[in-house]
Each structure stands twice: as C-alpha cells, then as structure tokens.
C-alpha cells in the first residue's frame, strides 16, 4: 500500500515473537582431530542410549562432566558462546541472578542414520557442533531441518514469505556451532554419504537462582 493511497500511511512494522538462529564458527587446531579420536574411544567402550538418533549412536548427556582434553576445550568453548548470547538477548542480564544448567552428547549418524523430529522444551537454548560433516549425494542428506512452532501448516505454501514458512534446512559445515531455542521442532535428514556424520549436541538450562540460606 503506497503512502497516500486513501489517506493511510504505514506507521511501524514490529516483529512480534521472533525466532532466532545463531550460527557461530569454531577456528581451533586440532580441536575437531581430538574430539574424533575421543569419541572413537567413548564409542567403543560405551553401549550408548537410544533417543531421537536412528540407525546411529548417541552417548549419554554427560558432555559437560568429562574430562578428555578436547571435551573439556569444547565445553569451554559452549559456555562463553552461551554467555555471549545471552547477553546479546539482554545486556542487562543479571548473571547473579540466574543459574544455567548444561548437558551435551555425542550424535554418529552413520550411512542411513538420522534424528527424527524433536523439540528440547526444558532447554532454553540448544545448539549443535559439527565434527564431521561429509558431502552427501543429494541436498537433503544430513542436513538439519528445522519446523515452524506457529499454525502455519493450513496455508500449505501458499504464501511465499518467511513469516509463513513452514520448514527452513540448514547445511552446516565442519567447525559451525549452531544455536536456537530450545522449544523448536527440528530434525536431522538421513546421512546418504558413506562416512559418518558426527555432530554434539547440547542444552542450556535456565532458571532462578535460589537464595542461599
């Protein structure tokens, strides 16, 4: 509607209820050489829990509590993303006031694995670290897809707008940590590459900080 056109002028356009993808980038050597020959170790030495992953091999949450050096180096990593990202939501964030809980775990999604759809609704944020992530033989393969929370599923594609866009795939590199909230359905397309794809996962969990007696 131009300005003018019957006496009606557009005055503002607010984005109510946003959702936000942060996609960072992790330049450390040797960091993700590490990670793999950790996780190789962890794999075959632990039977892993079966949740969202199929076909693949998932560890226990236990991410944050390990202690093999590239683990430790990744977790420190996390923690200061986190942080950092809070406090872009709101710099006046009170860091005595809230108490952040994590968990992490490992993902191998082998030829044909993948995780089906999902949503983290304890977490506030989740985020994703990929290890390694090979080349697969179609455009789907292995990326990550992630689903409107909001009723927009009756339109069917009828509007060409992101505001009522029901899916949006993501195809992250090797080093990308991606960050999201924690409520939004996502799920990871089969792996049709003949390598596994190696990703952490991970939580953050805010709440109130109790008063200390």
Do not use: C
Not at 50 to 79: C, M, Y
């Amino acid at each position: 509607m131009g300005e003018g056109v019957m006496g009606v002028t557009l005055a503002a356009v607010d984005n109510l209820f946003p959702l936000t993808l942060w996609r960072y980038r992790i330049s450390e050597d040797g960091l993700n050489e590490g990670l793999l020959s950790e996780i190789k170790k962890r794999r075959a030495a632990e039977k892993g829990i079966p949740n969202s992953n199929r076909r693949g091999w998932q560890s226990e949450r236990d991410l944050f509590t390990r202690t093999e050096a590239s683990h430790a180096k990744l977790v420190r990593i996390i923690s200061e993303v986190v942080v950092k990202t809070l406090h872009s939501l709101d710099p006046d964030l009170d860091r005595a006031a809230i108490r952040v809980t994590m968990n992490g775990w490992v993902n191998i999604n082998p030829p044909g694995g993948y995780n089906a759809p999902h949503q983290h609704t304890d977490a506030l944020l989740s985020g994703v670290y990929y290890i390694a992530v090979p080349s697969g033989k179609s455009d789907a393969g292995g990326a990550i897809e992630f689903l409107s929370p909001h009723a927009v599923r009756q339109l069917g594609g009828l509007i060409k707008a992101p505001l009522f866009a029901e899916r949006r795939r993501v195809h992250p590199e090797v080093g990308d940590l991606l960050l999201f909230p924690g409520q939004l359905p996502h799920w990871v397309h089969p792996n049709d590459s003949g390598k596994d794809r190696v990703t952490i996962a991970f939580n953050a969990i805010v709440g109130r900080r109790l008063a200390e007696a």
